[in-house]
């Protein structure tokens, strides 16, 4: 991860090991989600893998005394993460079929690898900031759709739309992207058999 | 990261729209890990796409992450006593100081030449209230007079006005011509209260980030020959490049000509001085002399990373001084969401800190020459900041909103 920030990495090692908690936190900041991604990647539930997170970093910080540089720091995150995954894995694998499937797989990788995840998390990164750039309505039905999985009827009740309509375009929301992006806006009521009127009430709203 | 240009790439894979080259680009980068392999697999399926853009969600990844902290924090006690601040909204820039405000809940600084006391006799008085650190907002004046508002909550077209439409949208202003302009010209004039700073695109696309306690006056749309704003206090400015001359005019003292530019003033009457710091492209500086008289006029031309401070000279005229020393960063860190006090007197700083705090600072005794160093973000509430500075040994004394320091 890039470290564009004014704190000198040095400055944030040296803060975090004398049990500062801002410091602390900018790196819990640039990691979670790339932990949470890789132990979402092993575990089958989400709950594992937030335990997983938490747990890693509960150890960094009973470690902090010998986390003396930023790539110390990220040698161990990786090494424990893959530890907390293997320990859940191995505990659960008499219980369930897919616990010990998991586990032989991941104890035939060596190191994580968080390259892909980083690209993975840009890749999301960059699907939201397409978002941003959607007209209201229709970041509004992309943003609700995702937050809660809300029902197309609900979404349709909250943003006092017509059912059918939101039924289209959350069904297609993936689509969506395509057209914030400018390519076949005006294919869109081609592909989709919604009255031309109503895609740019919604739209436009 | 390594593969910088696959998270593109994997975009225009979605939507489809990979040239010949990408392609292979993308399937070399696919081949080299079945880890590479699945993440295709999963941005191609929509189940497990929609899933993954669920928990990616600004909120849902929000909850998630204050979720697991919390999670961390409550197993720790040597963490837990320190409460994680609240993070601020706005624009991008904003938004990454946000990152560390919410982070950084700590407040150090190191006395360069101070005697640290005993520990012991801290004078941190109970503070009922906490005051805490500034936000966006400010408030928008219409050339009939009319006063708006402009705080993050509320977004959507705030005026139309004269052709262009007025538009707040992420915490910040934006002027849209909408259509032919009628009539003559139409000025605004935003204002930052103390505690507050604010962001605005001008009509011609150049952008301006008000510190607190400034003024930005403009017309809603640029016409003629030359592009002129007004501004008080401490203003940073990123001139959109054209060929009609920007202007900006400071306190009626100083008048500042540029083409395309990065530049920060600071103009705060109870300044000394008014300080235009250049960081790309160049600027012409001239003084205003009170009895326009133009043999008194002044002027210079700034290279990037050069400082003028207009000052009243003993003859009472305006004079011009250039420095080439000045740190940059230090200058525009306010924009960036941070104090930096490197070498900054306590006086200065806390003229800093009374404008983003609200308060007033008295003091007690000769201590307003000691020089500080260090870096604080602006999201600290301000009895962190007193804990800082009591570290120092400046003990301080709060009611209501002045603060009172003493050695």
Same mark, same amino acid.
């Given at each position: 991860?890039?470290?564009?920030?004014? +704190?000198?990495?040095?400055? @944030?090692?040296? *803060?975090?090991? &004398?049990? #500062?908690?801002?410091?602390? !936190?900018? %790196?819990?900041?640039?990691?979670?989600?790339?932990?949470?991604? +890789?132990?979402?990647?092993? @575990?089958?539930? *989400?709950?594992? &893998?937030? #335990?997983?997170?938490?747990? !890693?970093? %509960?150890?960094?910080?009973?470690?902090?005394?010998?986390?003396?540089?930023?790539?110390?720091?990220?040698?161990?995150?990786?090494?424990?993460?893959?530890?907390?995954?293997?320990?859940?894995?191995?505990?659960?694998?008499?219980?369930?079929?897919?616990?010990?499937?998991?586990?032989?797989?991941?104890?035939?990788?060596?190191?994580?690898?968080?390259?892909?995840?980083?690209?993975?998390?840009?890749f999301l990164r960059l699907v939201y900031a397409e978002v941003e750039k959607m007209p209201r309505k229709m970041k509004e039905i992309f943003l609700l759709s995702y937050k809660e999985g809300l029902k197309p009827a609900e979404i349709a009740q909250r943003l006092n739309l017509n059912v059918q309509t939101v039924s289209n375009q959350k069904s297609n929301a993936i689509k969506l992207i395509k057209i914030a992006l400018g390519q076949s806006f005006i294919l869109f009521p081609l592909f989709f058999p919604v009255a031309f009127n109503d895609i740019f009430e919604i739209l436009y709203k | 990261?390594?593969?910088?240009?696959?998270p593109g790439l994997l975009y225009k894979y979605l939507q489809g729209t990979l040239q010949?080259?990408e392609q292979?680009?993308?399937?070399?980068?696919?081949?080299?890990?079945?880890?590479?392999?699945?993440?295709?697999?999963e941005i191609a399926s929509p189940e497990s796409l929609s899933e993954s853009l669920s928990?990616y969600h600004p909120?849902?990844?929000?909850?998630?992450?204050?979720?697991?902290?919390?999670?961390?924090?409550?197993?720790?006690?040597?963490?837990?006593?320190?409460?994680?601040?609240?993070?601020?909204?706005?624009?991008?820039?904003?938004?990454?100081?946000?990152?560390?405000?919410?982070?950084?809940?700590?407040?150090?600084?190191?006395?360069?030449?101070?005697?640290?006391?005993?520990?012991?006799?801290?004078?941190?008085?109970?503070?009922?209230?906490?005051?805490?650190?500034?936000?966006?907002?400010?408030?928008?004046?219409?050339?009939?007079?009319?006063?708006?508002?402009?705080?993050?909550?509320?977004e959507g077209v705030?005026?139309?006005?004269?052709?262009?439409q007025?538009v707040?949208e992420?915490?910040?202003?934006?002027?849209n011509?909408a259509?032919?302009?009628?009539?003559?010209?139409?000025?605004?004039?935003?204002?930052?209260?103390?505690?507050?700073?604010?962001?605005?695109?001008?009509?011609?696309?150049?952008?301006?980030?008000?510190?607190?306690?400034?003024?930005?006056?403009?017309?809603?749309?640029?016409?003629?020959?030359?592009?002129?704003?007004?501004?008080?206090?401490?203003?940073?400015?990123?001139?959109?490049?054209?060929?009609?001359?920007?202007?900006?005019?400071?306190?009626?003292?100083?008048?500042?000509?540029?083409?395309?530019?990065?530049?920060?003033?600071?103009?705060?009457?109870?300044?000394?001085?008014?300080?235009?710091?250049?960081?790309?492209?160049?600027?012409?500086?001239?003084?205003?002399?009170?009895?326009?008289?133009?043999?008194?006029?002044?002027?210079?031309?700034?290279?990037?990373?050069?400082?003028?401070?207009?000052?009243?000279?003993?003859?009472?005229?305006?004079?011009?001084?250039?420095?080439?020393?000045?740190?940059?960063?230090?200058?525009?860190?306010?924009?960036?969401?941070?104090?930096?006090?490197?070498?900054?007197?306590?006086?200065?700083?806390?003229?800093?800190?009374?404008?983003?705090?609200?308060?007033?600072?008295?003091?007690?005794?000769?201590?307003?020459?000691?020089?500080?160093?260090?870096?604080?973000?602006?999201?600290?509430?301000?009895?962190?900041?007193?804990?800082?500075?009591?570290?120092?040994?400046?003990?301080?004394?709060?009611?209501?909103?002045?603060?009172?320091?003493?050695?």
């Open positions: 991860m890039s470290a564009n920030h004014p +704190y000198e990495e040095y400055d @944030l090692v040296q *803060r975090f090991q &004398a049990g #500062d908690i801002g410091a602390f !936190t900018e %790196i819990y900041d640039r990691y979670y989600f790339l932990i949470y991604q +890789y132990a979402k990647r092993w @575990l089958p539930n *989400r709950q594992e &893998a937030e #335990d997983v997170v938490s747990e !890693t970093f %509960i150890k960094l910080m009973q470690r902090r005394g010998q986390m003396e540089s930023p790539a110390k720091i990220t040698a161990f995150l990786k090494v424990t993460a893959r530890n907390a995954c293997l320990d859940i894995l191995k505990h659960n694998k008499v219980k369930s079929a897919r616990h010990a499937d998991l586990l032989q797989h991941l104890l035939l990788t060596s190191a994580p690898d968080f390259s892909w995840l980083e690209v993975r998390e840009e | 990261m390594e593969d910088k240009d696959i010949e080259d292979r680009r993308l399937e070399d980068w696919k081949a080299r890990s079945p880890d590479n392999a699945s993440l295709m697999e928990e909120d849902n990844k929000k909850a998630l992450r204050e979720r697991i902290l919390h999670k961390i924090l409550d197993s720790d006690h040597q963490f837990s006593h320190a409460p994680e601040r609240p993070v601020m909204t706005g624009r991008r820039w904003w938004m990454a100081a946000a990152v560390l405000a919410a982070v950084v809940s700590s407040v150090y600084f190191i006395a360069s030449y101070y005697q640290r006391p005993e520990p012991g006799n801290v004078a941190v008085s109970a503070t009922p209230a906490e005051v805490l650190p500034g936000k966006t907002g400010a408030i928008l004046t219409l050339s009939d007079g009319s006063q708006v508002v402009l705080d993050s909550l509320r705030v005026s139309n006005q004269n052709g262009t007025v707040l992420d915490g910040g202003l934006a002027y011509p259509g032919p302009a009628s009539g003559g010209i139409t000025y605004n004039t935003i204002t930052t209260p103390k505690g507050r700073q604010f962001d605005v695109r001008l009509p011609d696309g150049t952008r301006a980030w008000l510190n607190a306690a400034s003024t930005i006056t403009y017309p809603t749309a640029f016409h003629g020959n030359e592009r002129m704003v007004k501004i008080t206090g401490e203003v940073y400015l990123e001139v959109v490049k054209s060929n009609v001359p920007f202007m900006v005019n400071v306190n009626n003292k100083t008048s500042i000509r540029v083409l395309g530019t990065h530049f920060n003033v600071n103009a705060y009457d109870n300044e000394e001085s008014i300080s235009t710091t250049l960081l790309e492209g160049s600027v012409r500086i001239a003084s205003i002399p009170a009895g326009s008289r133009p043999s008194d006029r002044e002027t210079v031309i700034l290279r990037p990373g050069q400082q003028a401070k207009v000052q009243v000279g003993s003859g009472g005229h305006p004079e011009i001084t250039v420095s080439s020393d000045v740190s940059v960063e230090k200058v525009v860190a306010w924009k960036n969401g941070l104090f930096d006090f490197e070498g900054a007197t306590l006086g200065e700083v806390m003229r800093q800190l009374e404008r983003w705090y609200d308060i007033e600072v008295v003091y007690e005794g000769d201590i307003q020459q000691l020089k500080l160093t260090g870096k604080m973000t602006r999201g600290v509430t301000l009895n962190g900041l007193l804990k800082g500075l009591d570290r120092l040994g400046i003990h301080c004394q709060l009611e209501g909103r002045t603060l009172k320091l003493f050695p």
